[in-house]
């Protein structure tokens, strides 16, 4: 990885595009910092326990959630719009035949995705507002000057989060690429000190032996999850294919022995992102509508959900597991798959082009659905098994920040190697 950086800075064109995409994270790091008017930012705490919608949207703001910034909804509402009409590409065939139209269509498609975007943008600050409202954080609480204020609230936020978005398509034009992912990047990574540091103060602050010595184990676990989560990227399933050869004019085409790679880790982070949205309903319910009474059925109910529970965890885990089915399920087709690999003349060694073929490939991809779901669920349900045994909640994310983390850097490294290649002609000159 450094090896890579330290050829790109010696490109001068690679280095000015990094050098640009530095100035828009340092300019996106500052929006978050500029405070909403009309926020009595010292009354505000949205997030309160780790297990609520907002935390987990403070972690992918970099923790400018928690504070009501201009940018603090961050890249959350684009995340969900992509979400949403990538599932509707499948399930609408309008919007399926308008994605297939190649350039134009998945300019069409990222067009829609923006004004899905403003939407989102629109009722998620709303929502904010009201919890704003709620706590009693308002400057003005009432009357026309509380109209005032939320229309103002909820436009900067608004706005906020179509300028994000804007910078991340200056970093994909003019910058690196993978904009939003480097700004999502960038977030967590200026959290993560905050979040570790709090955690090892508490520890070293605490003057016990037992709990002194979880620091070197956290350090240890951290760096076994980055490795752990490396190889697990960088895993693939290699099928092999066979391409026949076929006469065009004088010329022989085919005859070349290849493979199809189908990455083990194929649903990436949004099936952990899915599952954590869904556990995180019960907790934000009591967010807007208040505690329940101890001894109550919704107090015992409600207690199930925290994060450290053992039904919690077990819910949890399992739930990444059937998303990941999910999901795989609606990126890969292997009927589609089969027939791409019998219209170019290509087949798997041993079997019949066609439904044979589909079949294999479908028993390929469950073994790998399954072995790329548990990775994700360990990874996922870690933290919340060493804040439970230990006590210490505030690492209740990291699993996930850390898998995000490791994503983006490696997505990047690749895209930087790739345009290294383009630009290094040495065996052609030679």
């Known amino acids: 990885m450094f090896a890579t950086l330290k050829n790109a800075f010696k490109n001068a064109d690679i280095r000015k595009k990094l050098l640009f995409t530095?100035?828009?994270v340092v300019i996106y790091r500052l929006g978050g910092y500029i405070p909403v008017p009309?926020?009595?930012?010292?009354?505000?705490?949205?997030?309160?326990?780790?297990?609520?919608?907002?935390?987990?949207l403070n972690v992918l703001s970099g923790g400018t959630f928690s504070k009501a910034t201009l940018l603090c909804l961050s890249i959350s509402p684009y995340i969900n719009a992509q979400i949403i009409i990538q599932l509707l590409c499948y399930a609408i065939p309008a919007l399926e035949r308008i994605a297939k139209e190649g350039e134009s269509g998945r300019a069409k498609i990222d067009m829609i995705t923006k004004w899905s975007t403003l939407a989102i943008a629109l009722f998620q600050s709303f929502a904010y507002f009201l919890t704003i409202k709620n706590q009693g954080a308002l400057i003005y609480p009432t009357g026309a000057s509380m109209v005032?204020?939320?229309?103002?609230?909820?436009?900067?936020?608004?706005?906020?989060?179509?300028?994000?978005?804007?910078?991340?398509?200056?970093?994909?034009?003019?910058?690196?690429?993978?904009?939003?992912?480097?700004?999502?990047?960038?977030?967590?990574v200026a959290n993560l000190p905050v979040s570790f540091g709090s955690t090892f103060g508490v520890l070293l602050g605490s003057g016990s032996i037992g709990q002194i010595l979880l620091v070197p184990v956290i350090i240890i676990i951290f760096i076994l999850m980055i490795g752990f989560i490396i190889?697990?990227?960088?895993?693939?399933?290699?099928?092999?294919?066979?391409?026949?050869?076929?006469?065009?004019?004088?010329?022989?085409?085919?005859?070349?022995?290849?493979?199809?790679p189908i990455k083990i880790a194929m649903a990436g982070v949004?099936?952990?992102?899915?599952?954590?949205?869904?556990?995180?309903?019960?907790?934000?319910?009591?967010?807007?509508?208040g505690e329940p009474e101890a001894g109550t059925f919704w107090y015992g109910f409600m207690n199930i959900f925290s994060f450290t529970h053992p039904v919690y965890i077990i819910l949890y885990f399992l739930l990444i597991i059937a998303f990941s089915y999910f999901y795989v399920s609606m990126q890969y087709n292997p009927v589609e798959i089969a027939n791409n690999l019998r219209q170019?003349?290509?087949?798997?060694?041993?079997?019949?082009?066609?439904k044979p073929t589909s079949d294999y490939i479908t028993r390929i991809l469950s073994k790998l659905i399954l072995v790329g779901a548990l990775f994700l669920g360990i990874v996922a349900i870690l933290p919340n098994i060493f804040a439970a045994l230990t006590g210490i909640g505030s690492l209740a994310l990291?699993?996930?920040?850390?898998?995000i983390v490791v994503n983006v850097a490696l997505d990047t490294v690749r895209q930087i190697e790739s345009q290294l290649m383009m630009r290094h002609h040495k065996g052609f000159l030679e």
Request: charged residues 10%.
């Open 148 to 188: 005032l204020s939320g229309v103002v609230i909820v436009s900067c936020m608004t706005a906020g989060s179509m300028l994000v978005i804007w910078l991340g398509s200056k970093i994909d034009k003019n910058g690196i690429g993978n904009g939003i992912s480097i700004l999502l990047f960038a977030g967590i």
């Open 38 to 56: 009309f926020i009595n930012v010292a009354a505000l705490d949205v997030v309160g326990n780790s297990n609520n919608i907002f935390a987990y």
């Open 270 to 289: 949004l099936p952990i992102i899915f599952a954590m949205s869904f556990m995180s309903i019960p907790q934000t319910i009591v967010m807007f509508t």
């Open 398 to 403: 990291g699993g996930t920040s850390i898998l």
């Open 344 to 354: 170019n003349n290509g087949g798997i060694p041993g079997l019949r082009p066609g």
């Open 22 to 24: 530095f100035i828009i």
């Open 231 to 260: 190889f697990m990227d960088n895993a693939e399933r290699r099928i092999p294919v066979q391409y026949a050869k076929r006469v065009v004019g004088r010329k022989i085409y085919g005859g070349q022995s290849t493979y199809l």
